[in-house]
């Protein structure tokens, strides 16, 4: 059974940081991509950022210069590093991994930015 297990989000004032952190864990046979979602109440859930097996990387316009994804190589693990931060950057943020073809999703962790 695949599990991922996000990590890193709290509370921050505008302009500061956190990091995210995901972990893949269980038997894992192959692996395509990881990402990051995030959702706030009544709207869709929208790509963040994601990263391929191979490294490739792409990131929402609404987060580009701001936020990096990284990671995937060492342990299943991606990395979502966020930098001034927004209030409008304020969401449940989701991890997603497509492993062993099909679909796995994180329970999501809260980033909160306010004053």
């Known amino acids: 059974q695949v599990q991922l297990v996000e990590s890193g989000g709290g509370l921050v004032q505008p302009g500061g940081s956190l990091r995210l952190s995901c972990t893949a864990s269980g038997t894992i046979f192959n692996r395509n991509s990881m990402a990051w979602y995030r959702q706030v109440p009544g709207k869709e859930r929208e790509l963040v950022a994601r990263?391929?097996?191979?490294?490739?990387?792409n990131t929402a316009d609404s987060v580009k210069g701001r936020f990096t994804i990284s990671g995937i190589d060492v342990k299943n693990t991606i990395f979502l590093q966020m930098n001034s931060l927004k209030p409008e950057d304020t969401a449940v943020y989701y991890c997603?991994?497509?492993?062993?073809?099909?679909?796995?999703w994180g329970k999501g962790t809260l980033v909160t930015v306010s004053s």
């Open positions: 990263i391929t097996n191979g490294g490739t990387t």
């Open positions: 997603y991994a497509r492993l062993n073809f099909g679909d796995y």
